[in-house]
T-cell receptor, first 110, second 111 residues
């Protein structure tokens, strides 16, 4: 089955700096790669996603890159703000089966 | 309107009891899921149903029994609760290959 590894487990940055979270996956059949943000007491919420036929996608301060050959994908957050502080999860999915990384706790210090 | 709603939000009970968690989605999705999130925040898939049929059943003790009366509902019944069952349980739904929409979780505490 799919195995998703996520690094780092914790990340602390100064407000305004960039944050990068990296994930690798094992199943070459995975073709959908979402990123979720989980705030305290809430369920994970999608922030950006990428499909296997695309190498890069950007949405304002958030970008995701995908290298299918190397089976890794990354989340980039620029100009971080204190409200970006949360736990972030990457995931790799085939039809009806999504597997999550272990999560990264991001802290943005004002 | 809440897209994926689960009840109750908090559940505190004694070891050995039987309890149920309910989940409903109003997004018209065909697939629903149950996840367990432990104290280290790891999200582990437990079950997945597509059009009321079980499609994923991970290595979960058979004390856990999901039930899907229709496409919009997926309930989780847990028998003989144990201390290790303490966790946050999330319900989610999706169209299959796409974003999963999560409920806000049910925090289960076993005394």
């Amino acid at each position: 089955g799919e195995n998703v590894e996520q690094h780092p487990s914790t990340l602390s940055v100064q407000e305004g700096d960039s944050a990068v979270i990296k994930c690798t996956y094992s199943d070459s059949a995975s073709n959908y790669f979402p990123w979720y943000k989980q705030e305290l007491g809430k369920g994970p919420q999608l922030i950006i996603d990428i499909r296997s036929n695309v190498g890069e996608k950007k949405d304002q301060r958030i970008a995701v890159t995908l290298n299918k050959t190397a089976k890794h994908f990354s989340l980039h957050i620029t100009e971080t703000q204190p409200e970006d502080s949360a736990v972030y999860f990457c995931a790799a999915s085939t039809y009806n089966d999504m597997r999550f990384g272990a999560g990264t706790r991001l802290t943005v210090k004002p | 309107d809440t897209a994926v709603s689960q009840t109750p939000k908090y559940l505190v009970t004694q070891m050995g009891n039987d309890k149920s968690i309910k989940c409903e989605q109003n997004l018209g999705h065909d697939t629903m899921y149950w996840y367990k999130q432990d104290s280290k925040k790891f999200l582990k898939i437990m079950f997945s149903y597509n059009n009321k049929e079980l499609i994923i059943n991970e290595t979960v003790p058979n004390r856990f029994s999901p039930k899907s009366p229709d496409k919009a509902h997926l309930n989780l019944h847990i028998n003989s609760l144990e201390l290790g069952d303490s966790a946050v349980y999330f319900c989610a739904s999706s169209t299959g290959l796409g974003n999963q929409h999560f409920g806000d979780g049910t925090r289960l505490s076993i005394l």
